[in-house]
């Protein structure tokens, strides 16, 4: 069993997640054993190998997660992974990254460049 496609706003590995929207995390399982279906998951956010977020068991067979905008700070790169129980007891873990900005903190010129 493992995972892939693990993506952040439907994107993989993305840079310039904006840091005042909600991170919508998604992911996908693949077993060779027949009749595999996810049965919970875990996922822990990361910031400077410090856990910002963790979401604890959840018991669903739902493959993607939403956080609360208040848990990203901008400029900043974080690391997810996410731990899956299947139906049959087994488990994994895989993880993936992704770096936030501010868009409501750029600066754009004044003056009018020709």
């Known amino acids: 069993m493992n995972l892939y496609a693990l993506s ?3 994107r ?6 904006n ?6 995390f998604g992911w996908k399982l693949k077993s060779e054993k027949p009749n595999t279906m996810q049965a919970a998951y875990r ?3 990361y910031a400077d190998d410090t856990v910002c977020f963790d979401s604890g068991r959840v018991e669903t067979a739902c493959n993607a997660f939403v956080c609360g905008p208040d848990l990203l700070r901008p400029q900043t790169f974080y690391r997810w992974a ?3 129980w299947d139906n049959h007891g087994e488990n994994t873990t895989a993880e993936s990254s992704f ?3 501010s868009y409501t903190h750029l600066t754009l010129p004044t003056k009018r460049i020709v």
């Open 8 to 10: 952040v706003n439907h």
């Open 12 to 17: 993989v590995n993305p840079l310039g997640i």
């Open 19 to 24: 840091s005042d929207e909600q991170p919508y």
């Open 82 to 84: 996410v731990t899956v």
């Open 99 to 101: 770096e936030t900005v």
């Open 43 to 45: 996922l822990r956010i």
